[in-house]
């Protein structure tokens, strides 16, 4: 049996779960909603202020399925309450970041500006040399994140460049002279 599967999902005061036909699954809760379509073979149950999803048979693939439905409403609950945030690190001499309106501006030692247009329901938030990306769905935030980092990943000799703020950079050591 699945130990994440088979675990409750607790439904926490002031948010809504309702589950349509073909597990169609919308959360509603403070901060927004989100609204996604999980596999049709496992069933979800809501009692007493819980969830508890569960699977047919032990096939491999509805084992594999069975978890991983769980953790999806289980963040889609946590997105609704209390939102995910991701923050991102600029390292390097002239490397900057901005923000005016929803226009994220980035200067990362190219010929050029980079700018960026906040995604549907992601807001970003620029502090000294910091990128707060913050949103109720974990998996746009932490794609919105990777995108920013895409733009200058960090390069081992230096450690210029956007990385997480708990990514460690493999440094490498650089060239030595003739002797």
């Given at each position: 049996m699945s130990r994440i599967g088979k675990m409750p999902i607790a439904i926490p005061s002031g948010v809504t779960?309702?589950?349509?036909?073909?597990?169609?699954?919308t959360v509603k809760g403070p901060k927004g909603e989100l609204k996604r379509a999980l596999p049709s073979v496992l069933t979800i149950k809501q009692e007493n202020g819980e969830l508890t999803?569960?699977?047919?048979?032990?096939?491999?693939?509805?084992?594999?399925?069975?978890?991983?439905?769980?953790?999806l409403i289980n963040n889609m609950v946590i997105g609704v309450t209390e939102g995910y945030s991701k923050t991102l690190e600029i390292n390097g001499v002239g490397y900057r970041a901005a923000k005016q309106g929803k226009k994220l501006t980035l200067s990362l030692g190219y010929s050029?500006?980079?700018?960026?247009?906040?995604?549907?329901?992601?807001t970003t938030e620029v502090?000294?040399?910091?990128?707060?990306?913050?949103?109720?769905?974990?998996?746009?935030?932490?794609?919105?994140?990777?995108?920013?980092?895409?733009?200058?990943?960090?390069?081992?000799?230096?450690?210029?460049?956007?990385?997480?703020?708990?990514?460690v950079i493999r440094r490498k050591v650089g060239k030595t002279g003739k002797k």
């Open positions: 779960v309702n589950v349509a036909e073909n597990n169609e699954v999803v569960e699977r047919p048979n032990d096939e491999k693939e509805n084992r594999a399925l069975h978890g991983l439905t769980r953790s050029h500006p980079i700018e960026m247009e906040d995604p549907e329901g992601i502090k000294d040399n910091q990128i707060i990306v913050s949103g109720i769905s974990k998996e746009a935030v932490g794609q919105y994140a990777a995108v920013i980092r895409d733009k200058r990943p960090p390069e081992p000799y230096k450690g210029k460049g956007i990385k997480y703020s708990n990514e």
